[in-house]
């Protein structure tokens, strides 16, 4: 008897494990397609940073990069930013249970803020809590095409209802091909993006959007080739659905 229950407890343990992983794994699923949408940001961009709208005053240079970061605690797309006055670099997270986006960003002076929002009219809109002097920041991340990306920074008054705006940075995309899902190029064997860098895996050529889909590529070839072809199945049961 204390066999058999000794047995029937590893059973239940084993269960738990199994479903905690099936769990994880719908939840970086989830993640990575709701994060795919702003696939046409990965890459490198040169950006002009202006406080004033068309004023030279005050502006500044600074180019920056959106990376795919798939760590083990969960997928995200990274926001590397060099010269910039407002921002070092961020991690664009997505949570399936709030819907929500969450943006943890290192600013000058080593200090972190936490912006949360969502997609409206096709931006990025993200709100950060009151800080330690009482100021609520806004992001707003604008794709307007294929070479073109705004990012607003604002700020207000905990107490005040309109935000004013801090400065915009206008970038150009750089010379990496965007990354979009359209299929009229190589597509990314990660993402779905469009490749803009080779990979290979026994003999064969990969493409990849950039080095954070490289890295998880080489890390989990076949598991990645697999979700490939899963995405692809899906794609076409969906276009013939659309018919």
Known sequence: MLRAAGCLALLAV????????EVQD????????ALAAFNPLVGGWRGTGQPRRGSAKGAWR??????????DDGIALRYDVEDGKLFVSGRLTYDPETEHYTLTALIPGDMERSYTGA???EKLVLVSEADDSGEVHRLTVTH??????LVLHE????????????AEVGYTREGTRLASSDNSGPECIVTGGAGTMTVTYKGK????????????????PEGIIA???????????????NR
């Open 155 to 166: 700020k207000r008054s905990e107490n005040q209802q309109t935000f004013f705006r801090v």
């Open 26 to 33: 719908d939840t970086r699923a989830e993640q990575k397609e």
């Open 227 to 241: 979700e490939a072809a899963e995405r692809r199945e899906k794609e076409r049961q969906e276009a013939e659905a």
């Open 14 to 21: 084993c269960g738990w494990f199994a479903s905690a992983e």
């Open 119 to 121: 997609v409206e009219d």
């Open 144 to 149: 307007l095409n294929e070479k073109r990306m």
């Open 205 to 220: 050529t990969y493409y990849v959007c950039c080095s954070g889909c490289r890295q998880a590529f080489e890390a989990d």
């Open 62 to 71: 600074e180019t920056a990069e959106w990376v795919w970061d798939f760590e």
